[in-house]
């Protein structure tokens, strides 16, 4: 029978960050009736090809209130989990815990030896110790939220219903229902905050004990109205670039004078926008892509700013009417399909790009039994179905700045490519020739029923099928 276990003592090895010792993991043989002992090579000498970060000193600092959850939340981590909660940051916030002593990352050794990619992190004794304790508080904690909930519902009930009915089903959700309460209490006392930041200091002291209030309350059913009521929901603003007229009262704002996109607050009373010519219109969820594509094309752009609005719905559509077709480029990832959803119920012919469908870099991919894949899952019923599918069968997001502004390129290459062969006038981009366009990498577009002719302006859609 062989084990693995971390040796006690620690090594030299190259690569390993200050403030940090690397301990060898050791396989170890037990025959029956003895006691283990390491495994050795044919020369003598102990394997290494793994080892252990710990802190050089014993006591464990303070968990950040924003890695409380995360790290206490299980005893170990595997690396692609560590990654999706902090992305860009997962090496550098994995050694601040190693550091803190809160965390023990193992990692591979590389030829060299040098240390080499991490594995996960397992926590200390310390940390298990520390979770143990939250999980018994947690749920004395709990008994008592929901004690104050049930109080609450009676009074919330008769002042609003659909309130009432988050507040219930609050109840069996503990990691949102502080949030749900206090919105119920101070709904209830008539308190406004000055935004998600406020609301949370007040309520919880510190504002990274909380990501986002709003978000959470939306989650157990909480309409946005009480978000408003509340000064939670920040006003809405989109981003515009291009041949676009402004109008607030008796002003207009030419638009396409300025380098944009322009920030733009969506709730402003009489505020009305409209294209002074007929050009493409490119939605996108990524300022740097909006920024690129609104210097390198002379279209409109419509930077969306996270999840649109009803104001910012209504600009949207005001601009679709005259625009030559309409262009969704979102994240391909669970946020990106929730907003392309939404612009697609305000302009059901759009056509919804999917950046994953040109080259790009691989990523860590979701977990299968993931909230991202549950998600995804849900919305292949929905209007962006073809988005969701598609990153369902990639598995991982695709969000990157220049995939974005490559298949934007693309779409707005062989619509004006296409409305040439038609004998239409093309629209005021054109972007390269039908010989520069790559055979080998057509142009995927995911749509709602794209091969039933709601496509790009309707009967386009066939007309690119025939191109190819």
Known sequence: MTMRRAADRAIELRGVPDGIKAYPVDDWRKSEGASPEPVRTRRGRLKLDEVELRAEG????????????????ARRRQWRTIETRYHADAWSNALRLVRAGHVVLRC????????????????????????????GTR??????????????????????????????????S?????????????????????????????????????????????????????????????SARIGLAGPIDLHIGNHTVPLEKLDGPVLLRTDQADLRIELTRPVALVIVENLQAADAVADRFDDAVVYIAGMPGPAALRLV????????????????????????????????????????SVPHPPRPRWQSDGSATAELQRALHGRARDLAAACLERGYPVEQEATIIDIVT?????????????GVDPPITTVGRASELDATSRLEVVTRDLHSGDGIDGERTAAIDDEH
């Open 58 to 73: 014993s006591s464990a600092a303070p968990l950040d209130p924003d890695d409380l959850a995360f790290v206490l939340g």
């Open 108 to 135: 591979t050794v590389e030829p060299g030896p040098r240390l080499g990619k991490p594995i996960g992190w397992r926590l200390t004794d310390t940390a298990i110790r520390a979770a143990r304790a939250r999980a």
């Open 139 to 172: 749920s004395d904690a709990t008994q008592a939220w929901q004690s104050r909930a049930r109080s609450l519902a009676a009074s919330l009930d008769g002042v609003h219903p659909v309130f009432f009915a988050a507040l219930r089903n609050a109840v069996d």
């Open 174 to 234: 503990p990691a949102s229902l502080p949030v749900v309460v206090h919105a119920a209490e101070d709904y209830l006392s008539g308190i406004v905050h000055d935004g998600p930041r406020a609301f949370v200091q007040q309520h919880f002291g510190n504002t990274k004990a909380r990501r986002d209030p709003a978000a959470a309350l939306r989650r157990t059913g909480v309409p946005d109205d009480v978000l408003v009521a509340l000064g939670l929901r920040r």
């Open 317 to 356: 559509r005001a601009l679709a009417t005259r625009a030559t077709t309409t262009f969704i480029c979102t994240d391909a990832d669970a946020g990106g399909v929730r907003i392309a959803e939404k612009l697609l119920g305000a302009v059901p012919t759009a056509v919804v790009l999917d950046p994953g």
């Open 410 to 422: 693309r779409a707005l290459a062989e619509f004006a490519v296409t409305t040439e062969a038609r």
